[in-house]
C-alpha cells in the first residue's frame, strides 16, 4: 500500500506545471553542513482501526493536519474492472486522537452535476474548501454546448456541504488556501502567458484582489525588472500550501527555492532553508510544533532503480526538521521499517501520524511514530 500511495502521490506531483510568485532571495545555495545533523527514530504503536472507505480505495495527494486532530485526504477509487479508471474521488478526514472515525466531504451534496473532484484541497479549523470543475443541473439541461467549469465547494468540518461558489479566472485552479478571514487564495497559469497568477477570492468566488506583482517583507516595495523576471522563470512547479500561524507556506518541489510565506495583505516573506549538497525540497509535513518538517529528496540517476523510481524522476527519501526563523537543518527523522516519508500524514503533539488503506476490503488504519528511546 505504502507503495501504491507513493506513486499516486509522485505522479501527480510530476504533471504539475504551475509557476508560484516571485519572492526576494530567490535561488538558495546548496550548503555543506558540518557535523552531520542528528537523526531520531521512530517507534510504532499498535495500528487503530478508523472506519471502512469503498472497497478499491487508494489515499491520494496531499494530506492536511487540523489542530483539532484530524488528518484531512484525497481518495480515490479505482474502477473494478480496469483498476485504474477513479470511478469516485471524495474528500475525507480521520480524528486520530480517542476513537479514530472517518468523514466524507461529498461534492455530490452541492446539486452540481458531471462533477470532477481534483486533488486541490484545503482545511482550516472551521471549513474545508475542494475545488472541482462541474455544471449547474441547469446548465446541463439547457445549455449542451456548456463544458464543465470551476467551482469551490465548502464543507464544515463534520462533513455537511456548506455552498459552492463558481470561479470565473482564466486559468485553471492548481492550489488553493484559506486565510482566517475566509478569503481564498487561488493560484494557477495560463500555458500562453506562462506567468504566475496569485488572486484572492471572496467565499461567493468574486475577485478580491491580484497579488501580483509581489510586496516585500515591508508592505510597500514592489520587485520590479530583473529581480521579478528572474523569479518568475526560475520557478515552474505547482506549490504545496500549509496553514502557519495565521498565514500560508507555500514550498516548491524539486527545488531549493525558499519558503514562502504569504498573508492576507499579499506581503510576501522567504526562508531559505539550509540544504545539504545535493538535497531539494520535497513536501511540507503539517505539524502543530514549532518547527518545519519537510520530506526532501533527489532526482534519480541514470541507471538507478531506487525505491522503484525511473531515472530523471524525483525521489522523496528522508525527513528534515529546520528552524522557521534561520531556515537552520536541526535533525533528521527516520521514519522507521515499513515506512516511507511520503507515507506519514503529519505530526501531532510529538506523534508522527500515518495512515494506511488496505484496497481490498476499505479498511482504513492509523499509526502514531513517536521517536524511539
Avoid at 470543475?133 to 439541461?141: K, N, P, S
Amino acid at each position: 500500500m505504502a507503495a501504491q500511495r507513493l506513486s499516486l502521490v509522485f505522479w501527480a506531483l510530476v504533471a504539475s506545471c504551475v509557476a508560484p510568485p516571485a519572492v526576494p532571495s530567490l535561488g538558495a545555495q546548496s550548503l555543506e553542513i558540518s557535523p552531520e545533523p542528528p537523526t531520531i527514530h521512530l517507534d510504532y504503536g499498535k495500528p487503530q482501526p478508523a472506519g471502512l472507505l469503498l472497497l478499491g480505495t487508494a489515499i491520494a495527494f496531499p494530506f492536511l493536519c487540523g489542530s483539532l486532530g484530524t488528518v484531512l485526504f484525497l481518495a480515490n477509487t479505482l474502477s473494478q474492472t480496469t483498476g485504474v479508471i477513479p470511478l469516485v474521488s471524495a474528500v475525507y478526514s480521520v480524528k486520530t486522537g480517542g476513537r479514530p472515525n472517518s468523514i466524507r466531504y461529498d461534492p455530490n451534496a452541492s446539486g452540481l452535476r458531471q462533477i470532477h473532484t481534483s486533488s486541490q484541497i484545503f482545511a482550516s479549523d472551521s471549513r474545508v474548501v475542494l475545488s472541482v470543475t462541474a455544471l449547474t443541473a441547469d446548465e446541463e439541461l439547457n445549455d449542451k454546448n456548456r463544458k464543465p467549469h470551476q467551482f469551490l465547494l465548502f464543507f464544515d468540518t463534520k462533513g455537511a456541504f456548506l455552498h459552492s461558489a463558481a470561479v470565473d479566472l482564466p486559468f485553471p485552479v492548481a492550489a488553493i488556501g484559506l486565510f482566517e478571514s475566509g478569503e481564498v487564495l487561488v493560484v494557477g497559469s495560463t500555458m500562453i502567458e506562462r506567468r504566475q497568477h496569485w488572486i484572492v477570492l471572496d467565499e461567493d468566488g468574486s475577485v478580491r484582489r491580484d497579488l501580483m506583482p509581489a510586496r516585500d517583507d515591508s508592505g510597500d516595495k514592489k520587485l520590479e525588472g530583473k529581480e521579478l523576471s528572474e523569479a518568475w522563470t526560475s520557478m515552474t512547479g505547482v506549490p504545496q500550501v500549509l496553514q502557519y500561524r495565521g498565514h500560508l507556506l507555500l514550498l516548491e518541489m524539486n527545488t531549493s527555492h525558499p519558503i514562502v510565506e504569504i498573508n492576507e495583505r499579499g506581503v510576501m516573506k522567504s526562508t531559505e532553508l539550509k540544504l545539504a549538497k545535493g538535497e531539494t525540497l520535497g513536501e511540507f509535513i503539517p505539524s502543530d510544533g514549532r518547527t518545519w518538517k519537510v520530506i526532501l529528496g533527489h532526482t534519480a540517476k541514470e541507471g538507478s532503480t531506487e525505491n522503484g523510481t525511473p531515472a530523471g524522476m524525483f525521489d522523496m527519501d528522508k525527513i528534515a526538521e529546520f528552524d522557521p526563523n534561520t531556515g537552520e537543518l536541526l535533525r533528521y527523522v527516520d521514519p522507521g521499517k515499513d515506512h516511507y516519508p511520503i507515507s506519514l500524514a503529519c505530526e501531532q503533539d510529538g506523534a508522527f501520524i500515518a495512515l494506511k488503506t488496505n484496497p481490498k476490503d476499505g479498511s482504513l488504519t492509523i499509526e502514531r511514530g513517536t521517536p524511539a528511546q
